[in-house]
């Protein structure tokens, strides 16, 4: 088992990471190397078909969210926006991809549907634009889950736990640390990525509005694929974080306890209690206690009929 960063870096100070936690993953778990592959080209299948859907747009569930998407997407399209293209198709993809969890849509967690977008928002367009081959791809997923799987050995990943620093920090750490590994970077640079970008996310807020995975948590994933970006691109230059990782992931911890329960995705506390959120998060409210109204009349109607008719 690879226990920290400190050990990974050790381990793979000049090896191909991927290889690394393929080859450990195959000695801890017994799965061959070639099946975790197979298992990943089908996840990045599914993170590329979930991108074509979503930037279609389509509204939520809770009618909060649905069009960010195709609205970025359109003016991508149309020469109106003014980021480079990675940027922008980054934040289209993530986007996409959580315009479609909240339509339930079939994603893929990475490593939490809350923080879903992030991930293949950065690598999927990270492959695009400068046409890097898919399986360079799969194996970056193979590093952006070994640096997460190494997280979560110390931490409880996820908002409930400790605030969305735990997702969407999380998330950007293992993008950034795959997108390093896509432009070749080492070992210390994907490490270096990942601290880079969770230290900057430390004390975020889970705060839901109307306790649904939409406002903020989609366009959230859109920024923070950008953020994930920024700090592949510090560690690529030789920007080192002056904390090293593993004691980055302890103040994770640390922060996730001290955070108050209102701000650990319980919508009590934060945006969900602005008095635009409560006003939501009422009719939300007043919306599923007229479904459980309408749904109990159609039940006695039927009953009704059933006992008019003998049946």
């Known amino acids: 088992m690879i226990e920290s960063f400190k050990h990974l870096e050790e381990l793979a100070k000049d090896r ?22 197979e298992a990943l080209r089908k996840r990045r299948e599914v993170m590329r078909d979930c991108i074509v859907r ?29 980021l480079d293209p990675l940027t922008v198709k980054a934040e289209i ?56 799987s190494i997280i979560a050995l110390s931490a409880n990943i996820s908002g409930a736990a400790g605030g969305c620093q735990n997702e969407v920090g999380v998330a950007s750490a293992m993008g950034a640390a795959g997108v390093a590994y896509m432009m070749g970077g080492t070992t210390r640079n994907a490490i270096q990525a990942a601290a880079l970008a969770l230290k900057n996310t430390l004390g975020l807020v889970c705060d839901p509005v109307g306790g649904l995975v939409e406002v903020p948590c989609v366009k959230r994933n859109a920024l923070f694929a950008v953020h994930g970006l920024t700090a592949a691109q510090l560690a690529m230059a030789g ?4 904390i090293p990782m593993d004691e980055i992931v302890e103040a994770m911890v640390r922060i996730g306890r001290a955070l108050p329960r209102g701000l650990r995705e319980t919508a009590e506390g934060g945006l969900a209690t602005t008095e635009t959120g409560r006003a939501i998060a009422q009719r939300l ?5 007229r ?8 039940r006695e109607r039927m009953a ?3 006992k008019a008719t003998g049946g």
């Open 304 to 306: 009704e009929e059933r």
């Open 93 to 148: 993809y993530a986007l996409s991809v959580m315009g479609e969890n909240s339509r339930m849509g079939v994603i893929v967690a990475a490593p939490t549907a809350g923080a879903g977008g992030i991930v293949p928002g950065m690598l999927m367009a990270l492959e695009e634009e400068r046409h890097i081959e898919p399986e360079k791809t799969v194996r970056a997923l193979v590093v952006a889950g070994g640096i997460g």
């Open 54 to 82: 979503g930037k279609n747009g389509g509204e939520s569930m809770g009618k909060l969210v649905g069009s960010e998407a195709r609205l970025l997407n359109e003016a991508f399209r149309s020469g109106k926006t003014f």
């Open 285 to 289: 409210k007043d919306d599923a206690n």
């Open 16 to 37: 191909d990471l991927a290889e690394v936690f393929l080859e450990t993953d195959a000695e801890e778990h017994g799965v061959p190397a070639e099946d975790i592959l």
């Open 291 to 298: 479904r459980r109204a309408e749904r109990a009349a159609e």
């Open 239 to 242: 920007v080192e974080s002056v």
